[in-house]
């Protein structure tokens, strides 16, 4: 049984997801977002214009004269799910942690999912596997899967990005959309991400905290490492410390940036700082305008 209160962030979000979602945003999921592939629907007699290639040779040796082969584009998409619940997605210094972020960015892209009749799948991972729940079409499915981004209660503190892509793998054998969430603070998890881009469409979720890029100025300050419980006292008014923290910031997020392009990963980057619908739009403008000049 759900609480009144978790019911009431539910039905809070679901609103303001579909709101959302009736406006431009989900017109724009719609035709960024293409199907699989073709999908053969009838073999019908030869009409002058149809394309020679499209014959249907064996049916029209049966026949006597010409038939071809005739396909519609397959719409309805697979969409996957996948957000990290380790403990440093807990983190938010602003009105909201990095993992109510994510929900709510999981919670229109469900909608989305659902009203253009695509299948939605979740998985909800920390150093292991914590839910999975199939894809499946539906209201009522779409819902299930945002109650269970705001119950999940993540047990294990740590990320295994790697582990989670390799599942995914195992259980997803056509082509999907797959949405990655976490603020991919693991190491190791390049080559099963590669892996996964060959196989499916990807896009990465990216989501930091303001903080975490620009640590206040208030002398020695204590750390702890929310995955490990690992403690360190650092000094922000150390100009050397602190230009030394904000050159190796710049040079991972500008590695993982080559690296995705490199691999064609397309990257949504989010914060916990507001504005997530008007990222949204602003990423489905921009893949928009890169695929039609691909």
């Known amino acids: 049984m759900l609480s ?16 959302a979602v009736e406006d431009p945003l989900g017109g724009a999921y719609r035709s960024v977002f293409k199907g699989t592939g073709i999908a053969f629907e009838e073999v019908r007699e030869y009409q002058p214009g149809d394309e020679i290639r499209s014959i249907d040779w064996n049916v029209t040796a049966r ?15 697979t969409v996957f799910l996948m ?24 919670a229109l892209l469900t909608l989305c999912a659902v009203s ?11 150093d292991a596997i ?11 499915h779409g819902l299930r899967i945002i109650r269970d981004l705001f119950v999940h209660k993540p047990v294990g503190p740590s990320t295994n990005v790697e582990g989670a892509l390799d599942f995914l793998n195992k259980i997803q054998h056509r082509r999907a959309l797959v949405f990655l969430f976490s603020d991919f603070l693991d190491e190791g998890f390049e080559r ?24 206040p100025d208030v002398g020695l ?14 000094d922000t008014s150390n100009a050397e410390f602190m230009r030394a923290y904000h050159a190796r910031r710049d040079e991972l997020q500008s590695s993982f940036t080559q690296w995705t392009r ?13 504005g997530h619908l008007d990222a949204l739009m602003r990423f489905f403008q921009q893949r928009e305008r890169r695929l039609k000049h691909t």
């Open 192 to 215: 099963a991400m590669r892996r996964t881009a060959r196989r499916h469409d990807v896009v990465a979720v990216t989501i930091r905290d303001p903080h975490e890029d620009a640590l």
């Open 130 to 140: 914590e839910r999975f729940v199939p894809p499946r079409k539906g209201p009522r």
């Open 262 to 274: 490199a691999h064609k990963i397309d990257v949504l980057a989010t914060t916990t700082e507001g």
């Open 4 to 19: 009144r209160e978790v019911m009431r962030q539910v039905r809070r979000l679901q609103l303001r997801a579909r709101r």
């Open 221 to 234: 300050l204590e750390l702890q490492d929310p995955e490990t419980g690992d403690l360190a006292t650092i």
């Open 83 to 106: 957000l990290d619940a380790s403990a440093s997605m807990g983190f938010g210094s602003v009105s909201q942690s990095k993992r109510d972020v994510v929900a709510e960015i999981a």
């Open 63 to 77: 026949m006597g004269h010409p038939f071809v082969k005739r396909y519609i584009e397959e719409r309805e998409l």
């Open 116 to 126: 253009n009749n695509d299948k939605v799948g979740l998985i909800l991972f920390t």
